[in-house]
């Protein structure tokens, strides 16, 4: 899992994860904005949100590759607030497809984890 902490808000954070994604040419699959879902139960939560990130011809490769990967796309990111800090979470594409033992899909994990590498290094404001 790979982890880090932001001084801004939630919605700051996630919506710079939003023009990262956009800006590395990958697809918003979904928003889960799970405190605002919360709230229309009457429940209030901290900030938890996920963003499912991929793309059609990524999902393609990993289909050709191994179909059961497909249970593994989109990537997620977990944005979500604790200790008044908001935190960034993800899990490298190369991990995800590693318990799979194929080659075509350890190869494509490592191209997939620089471009999450970057749409997360482009979260880190000051």
Known sequence: MITTTCMQ???VVV???????AALS????AHINGQANAAKKGLR?????????????????VWAADKRAGLDIPI??????????T???YRSPSAIFAPYGNPQLDALG???DGIFSEIF???QVT
Do not use: N, T, W
Request: proline share 4%.
């Open 110 to 112: 490592r191209e997939l």
């Open 87 to 89: 935190h960034v979470s």
């Open 9 to 11: 808000p939630v919605d």
């Open 45 to 61: 939560v901290s900030a938890d949100q996920i963003l499912e990130v991929f793309r059609p011809d990524f999902a393609v490769r």
């Open 121 to 123: 290094a482009r979260i």
């Open 76 to 85: 997620r990111y977990h944005v979500y607030e604790e200790g008044g800090l």
């Open 15 to 21: 919506e710079r994860l939003k023009g990262a994604i």
């Open 26 to 29: 990958m697809g918003l699959v």
